[in-house]
């Protein structure tokens, strides 16, 4: 029996899935298949060797390079149909609020969704806004360091002058929030801080399904807004390492990222989440290198 589910794996990894998507297809089997030798088919000895193994043959290979434009985004994220908050579709709203927040606190979705609305959980201040997650939430690592942990993020250009500052004002998140407990307020029944905008669950708490579909969303809205196609597949978790890596460029230290990202170590940032955000700078070097040429 187990030799006939092993040769099953192994037909699906010469179709070219990964050894995660195989683990699935085991952990699928393990449910319906009786025990063999009083284990359960996922927790056998021969499957976690077996599992090991093709992990030593197919290792997993991590992106290097972003693959979405965060610039791009972030750009159209102060244009229509995200803009003006007051009156734009309040589905717009939501996007853009969760994708904000979850790009400047490089917060698991998880954790965002365990975010609250009321005080003390959450506070606004002059220079900052300060969330914190129901106390019943578990985090992913249950452990003192990720137990608890508050998300602050400060006022972005608090005093717009020039048109150019007024622009990027707009992608404050303490200025998006305040809008969207404004718009929510009337329906919200939840006091978890993002809620359902329709459907039979409007104004519920929205799962951590409901906003990886809102931080897809935003990026596939803005590629459309700026007449660009949109890479595929998206997927929500990648803004983790696209907040990260941007950060980690513009001279942060790692020790401050892997704070605000709740990683206890910086190799989880530089084995899984890094990418080099400034290849397409390299790229511009070298075009102008052979440009030379022709002076």
């Known amino acids: 029996d187990m030799q006939q589910i ?47 193994g093709l992990v030593n043959l197919y290792p997993p ?65 002059p220079n900052r806004v300060v969330l914190r997650p129901r106390p019943t939430f578990l985090p992913k690592v249950v452990s003192k360091f990720h137990m608890g942990q508050t998300v602050s993020l400060p006022v972005f250009l608090p005093e717009p002058h020039s048109a150019a500052e007024k622009a ?6 303490r200025r998006c929030l305040l809008f969207y407990l404004k718009r929510t307020a009337d ?14 669950r409007k104004g519920r708490a929205a799962s951590s399904q409901t906003i990886s579909r809102w931080l897809v969303q935003a990026i596939r809205l803005a590629y459309s807004s700026a007449n660009r196609d949109c890479p595929l597949p998206l997927r929500a978790h990648s803004l983790r390492a696209q907040g990260a890596s941007a950060a980690f460029s513009s001279g942060l230290r790692l020790e401050d990222i892997c704070r605000s990202a709740t990683w206890s170590a910086p190799s989880t940032f530089i084995r899984h989440y890094a990418l080099d955000v400034d290849s397409s700078k390299d790229a511009v070097v070298g075009k102008t290198i052979l440009q030379s040429l022709f002076r």
Do not use: N
Not at 84 to 98: G, I, M, Q, T
Not at 104 to 119: F, K, Y
Not at 168 to 173: E, G, M, Q, S, Y
């Open 6 to 52: 092993f040769q099953f794996l192994l037909g699906l990894i010469d179709e070219g899935l990964s050894v995660s998507s195989i683990k699935v297809f085991l952990a699928a089997i393990s449910c319906f298949h009786i025990k063999v030798d009083g284990s359960p088919v996922f927790s056998h000895p021969l499957s976690k060797c077996f599992l090991k």
């Open 61 to 125: 290979v991590p992106r290097l390079v972003p693959q979405w434009s965060l610039s791009l985004v972030l750009t159209q994220l102060m244009h229509k149909p995200f803009e003006p908050l007051a009156s734009s579709d309040l589905s717009f709203l939501s996007y853009k609020v969760a994708f904000l927040l979850a790009i400047t606190s490089l917060r698991r979705v998880g954790e965002i969704a365990a975010l609250c609305c009321d005080p003390p959980y959450m506070e606004f201040y």
């Open 168 to 173: 990027l004002h707009t992608l404050d998140l």
């Open 187 to 200: 329906f919200r029944v939840d006091r978890s801080l993002f809620v359902c905008f329709r459907g039979p």
